[in-house]
């Protein structure tokens, strides 16, 4: 090495330490730098792959000497010994790319770009790139259609040299900033394109100059799509273009050349264009020009008219050509032709969305990608691979798509600018948007770093070990660069498959994009007309509520405004739109400023859809979550209902917490209320039958009993200072209770009944009256959460009996004084909470009573259909119509209970099977035993299920119970609605029940009354 100063080599641990892999060459080069090695071995050390960079610094000087460079070698060891910017720039770039490094050996006064000091900090502007590159081509940047004089071969050849010279220059200005300086990847691919935009105009002046005095003919404007387009270059890529052209016109405004002249002329320029680009001459080449995008892909003209594009995207293009015209930007050629273009695809874009399955097409295509990715690479594939930068790049253009018809402020072609305007407008979550940034930030710099290496367009990470350490070093991690490198790269892989499934696949997009682009705006001027078509009544009432959601700049109201216009359409579809917004609004005003709420219904679009079916169906499920918002996060997970052993569990807990009894019980009731919500939901939404229903709020009521039970046992004991309670307790369920066939309206018919401790019989019978007494008040007091009305008046002499007996004395009771209803009524005794051996002896006490082995005499058959007759003569209420009455109406709930009772009195002491609380389980052993034909029981079944669920459903809509159909169009439109019947078909309802219960009566009058 010229000029250098032998001195003694650093050891071989501080060799090793600094990351060289071949010490003993190493050790040599740096000796030969004398009294520079140590200023130079620290900044070596910091490089990708320090050999490679101390090689490229020695080659580099040998170089500068043999090509009489000024300053010679010692004026370049000298800047990297004594300016650390110079040195790490330098170094850097070498040690990071051995095509740059042998760019500098062929032309090493190219070193000197690298010392100026603004470099680090100072962007160049687009426009001193675009003159550069336009003069190496001499060109004038002046001119208003640069000319390149290519006349002869050896113009025509310097032309292009020079052009890859002059693109080399920038490339390795940029790269050394971004190594030395660690650029934002952002900041490193708008650069690259506008270094794109620079060489396609110099290469356009190249052409012109090859067309000649024809290409004055026309107007050519070259637009980019793809990541030049978007402003976000690899440093190696194809870059994406169409071709737009018109003839030039003369003075009087007139076409100089005909449509196929003109055609002919930009066809020549265009594909000279992309020879300019992509040929190879002693100076290498640049990127091919790939123009495939253009309508009909390779088949199609190279260039088009306006007209000609615009023609096409109206009538033939497919939906991932619109994806492709969102990252369409004019960048050489005629900026007034390139603007209008730009304009044009806009008007498309934006209305792409509302394409007829646009959203599964787009997710389909993302599929496809995948599917064709060889097996060999799927794991290693940095851009198509699954946790790829597709994955983000797909998910961020989808969600623009969709709400980019609307906010214009996500309109941008940029990822990483669309994804932040995504997050600060709502449609992403700020965490979601923070780690999605992130994630692409480092897939983007690591593709750029192994693009880098040899100028090569790669994008499977090598898992070549010495590849992998040098990748690593260059993404920072200098102690494990290889064990650094692949944690980082699988966690961001891992983050990106995560929010990809998140985003791009979110139930919410399909109906967004669905909207009318008009309706997707929800303008003032308009949005009134839009409600009432919709179905809203008050549609100013309704603009009210809208205004109130979404008025200001807070992150709340931008969040709101991207749901609402799926809600809107939810709601319209739902019986009672103007409720559903009204109770949307109360919900948003309690929750709208908790982070979970919103960031819930945006990301999670099914449990928009079912909080808005809920809210303009159901105000009892409304009143619910109006007393608990936070109930909202229930439509997010499994509507089937909790065991009862489940809600015990959680319901002590939660009373466990409070000293006082009242507090205890309000928790046990706020657990209920939120079953409550839990269960109405799924029969709301189709998720339990009405078996199930009946099953689980009679499980519900077991658990709010046995927590309640405990909690007033134990907190009397404490009060009266006992030694444990003086009696064991239960509760009998009696009636629908018993049956386990509640419906939301239902009281708990119940029975006590205690068990006093041996020598403590004085105190018991008192103490279980104030447990009884406590128990109800607690459970039945107003408050927030929906009360238990604890009913004992099927108990033993009815109201005027004790509220709770001793086993003895139900047993004295029966053995004398009992009547028949009263052996009915224990056909649904079912002991289910407290003592569990007090349980099981009362059923040993009554089964007798309730199943006679020889079933009741005719005279208790005719009691029976006695009781009967007055039931349906004196309990119907005033007013009421016996044949659409649901429980006492004929053929309703009552008429088919009583006739399965009576079955079970007359046969259940000979056919075990009868010998159960529940109607249904009782007809299927009827049928079994050959008591009932099986067209009887299965009509009889058919009857009691329409009618409960009707039950079901007048409570759900009208948010009490009710035993009539409503008379209100809206609230009879609602039933229908819950029960699964369309728009517009309450009549067939009403219909459907009326010949039910007219075929259950049939049978009715044949089996109970004979």
């Known amino acids: 090495m010229a000029g250098a100063v032998t001195g003694r080599p650093p050891s071989r641990g501080v060799l090793l330490r600094a990351g060289f892999a071949d010490v003993d060459t190493a050790g040599q080069r740096l000796a030969g ?96 790139i675009r003159e550069g590159l336009l003069r190496a081509v001499g060109a004038d940047p002046a001119a208003a259609d640069p000319v390149a004089d290519v006349s002869t071969p050896d113009l025509d050849r310097a032309a292009l040299d020079g052009l890859r010279v002059e693109y080399r220059r920038w490339l390795l200005r940029l790269a050394a900033r971004d190594l030395a300086h660690h650029l934002g990847v952002d900041d490193v691919a708008a650069e690259l394109s506008d270094l794109a935009s620079g060489t396609l105009e110099a290469a356009l002046a190249v052409a012109r100059g090859r067309v000649g005095e024809q290409a004055a003919t026309v107007r050519l404007a070259v637009v980019a799509l793809g990541k030049c387009g978007g402003h976000e270059l690899n440093y190696v890529s194809d870059v994406d273009v169409v071709f737009v052209h018109e003839p030039a016109r003369d003075a009087a405004g007139e076409p100089v050349v005909g449509a196929d002249a003109a055609l002919r002329t930009a066809s020549r320029l265009a594909s000279q264009l992309m020879q300019v680009c992509s040929d190879h001459t002693g100076e290498g080449t640049i990127w091919p020009v790939d123009a495939n995008l253009r309508p009909e892909g390779r088949r199609g003209t190279l260039s088009r008219t306006l007209a000609s594009h615009e023609a096409y995207y109206d009538r033939w293009a497919s939906t991932w050509e619109f994806q492709a015209l969102l990252k369409a930007r004019p960048v050489a050629g005629d900026a007034a032709l390139g603007a209008a273009y730009l304009e044009m695809a806009q008007g498309f874009v934006w209305r792409a969305a509302e394409r007829e399955n646009f959203v599964t097409d787009v997710q389909a295509m993302r599929r496809r990608v995948l599917d064709h990715i060889p097996a060999r690479e799927a794991e290693r594939q940095l851009k198509l691979g699954s946790g790829g930068l597709r994955d983000v790049e797909f998910a961020v253009q989808l969600l623009q798509l969709v709400h980019g018809r609307s906010d214009e402020h996500v309109r941008m072609p940029t990822t990483l600018s669309a994804l932040a305007a995504l997050t600060s407008r709502g449609y992403v979550g700020l965490e979601d948007g923070t780690a999605l940034h992130e994630a692409y930030a480092f897939l983007r710099t690591l593709e750029h770093r192994m693009q880098l290496w040899q100028m090569r367009r790669i994008h499977v990470v090598p898992d070549d070990e010495a590849d992998v350490r040098r990748l690593g070093r260059s993404m920072h991690h200098l102690r494990e660069p290889v064990a650094g490198l692949e944690k980082e790269w699988r966690h961001h892989r891992r983050e990106v498959r995560r929010l990809h499934e998140k985003l791009f696949y979110r139930p919410l997009l399909e109906a967004v994009a669905r909207i009318p682009g008009e309706a997707s705006r929800l303008s003032p001027e308009a949005a009134e007309r839009r409600l009432a078509a919709l179905g809203y009544l008050d549609p100013a009432a309704a603009l009210r509520h809208l ?11 931008a969040i709101q405004r991207a749901l609402l216009p799926a809600l809107l359409d939810w709601f319209a579809d739902a019986p009672d739109p103007d409720a559903g917004l009204l109770g949307f609004r109360r919900i948003s005003e309690s929750l709208g400023t908790t982070p979970w709420y919103l960031r819930t219904l945006r990301d999670e679009g099914e449990v928009a859809h079912r909080l808005a079916r809920l809210l303009a169906t159901s ?21 089937a209902p909790l065991s009862a052993e489940t809600l015990t569990t959680e319901m002590l807990a939660s009373a466990g917490r409070h000293d006082d009894l009242a507090g205890a019980v309000r928790a046990i009731r706020g657990v209920r209320r939120r079953e409550l919500f839990r269960i109405s939901a799924g029969e709301l939404l189709e998720v339990n039958d009405v078996d199930t229903v009946g099953a689980a709020l009679s499980r519900l009521t077991d658990a709010t009993l046995e927590a309640t039970l405990q909690s007033v046992v134990a907190r009397l004991v404490a009060q009266r200072r006992l030694d444990g309670a003086p009696t ?10 018993g049956g386990f066939e509640l419906s939301y309206g239902s009281d708990a018919d119940v029975m006590f009944v205690h068990d006093p401790v041996p020598g403590r019989e004085d105190e018991a019978g008192g103490f279980a009256k104030a447990v009884v007494s ?26 005027q009996g004790a509220l709770v007996r001793t086993l003895d004395s139900y047993a004295a009771y029966y053995s004398r004084w009992s009547h028949v209803w009263e052996f009915q009524a224990l056909l649904r005794a079912d002991a289910v909470v407290g003592d569990e ?13 309730r199943f006679p082995a020889e079933g009741i005499d005719d005279d208790a058959v005719a009691e029976v259909r006695r009781i009967k007759a007055r039931v349906d003569t004196e309990r119907l209420p005033r007013g009421a119509d016996p044949a659409t009455h649901l429980k006492l109406g004929r053929g309703g709930l009552a008429d088919i209970e009583w006739t399965v009772q009576l079955l079970q009195m007359r046969h259940a002491g000979q056919v075990p099977a009868l010998r159960t609380p529940r109607t249904i389980e009782a007809l299927a052993a009827a049928e079994e035993a050959d008591l009932l034909a099986a067209e009887d029981a299965e009509t009889l079944a058919q009857a009691w299920r329409l009618v409960s669920r009707m039950r079901n459903a007048v409570t759900l809509v009208r948010g009490k119970p009710g035993d009539q159909l409503p008379r209100d169009p809206r609230e009879r439109a609602a039933v229908a609605s819950v029960l699964g019947y369309g728009p517009g078909e309450a009549d067939a309802l009403v219909n459907d029940h009326l010949r039910t219960t007219r075929h259950a009566r049939a049978v009715v009058d044949r089996v109970f009354w004979e």
């Open 837 to 849: 051996d007090l349980r099981r002896r009362f059923h040993e006490l009554v089964d007798p009573l």
């Open 619 to 639: 105000r009892y499920a409304t009143d619910l979550l109006q007393r608990e918002p936070e109930g909202v996060r229930i439509l997010a997970q499994d509507l």
């Open 547 to 557: 205004e109130a959601l979404t008025a200001g700049v807070s992150r709340t109201a």
């Open 728 to 737: 064991r307790m239960a509760v009998v369920a009696m009636g629908r209770y």
């Open 33 to 128: 730098l004398g009294e520079r090695a140590g200023a130079v071995l620290g900044i070596l050390g910091r490089t990708a792959d320090p050999d490679v960079a101390l090689a490229g610094l020695v080659r580099l000087a040998e170089q500068v000497d043999a090509e009489g460079v000024a300053g010679g070698a010692e004026a370049l060891l000298g800047a990297v010994a004594d300016d650390e910017g110079t040195a790490m720039r330098l170094l850097s770039v070498l040690g990071a790319s051995t095509a740059l490094g042998d760019h500098l050996a062929k032309h090493p006064g190219h070193w000197r770009e690298l010392t100026d000091p603004t470099l680090g900090s100072t962007r160049p502007a687009a426009w001193a």
């Open 774 to 799: 406590e128990l109800r008040t607690q459970l039945g007091v107003a408050g927030p959460d929906p009360a238990l009305e604890v009913d004992a008046d099927l108990r033993p002499e009815g109201r």
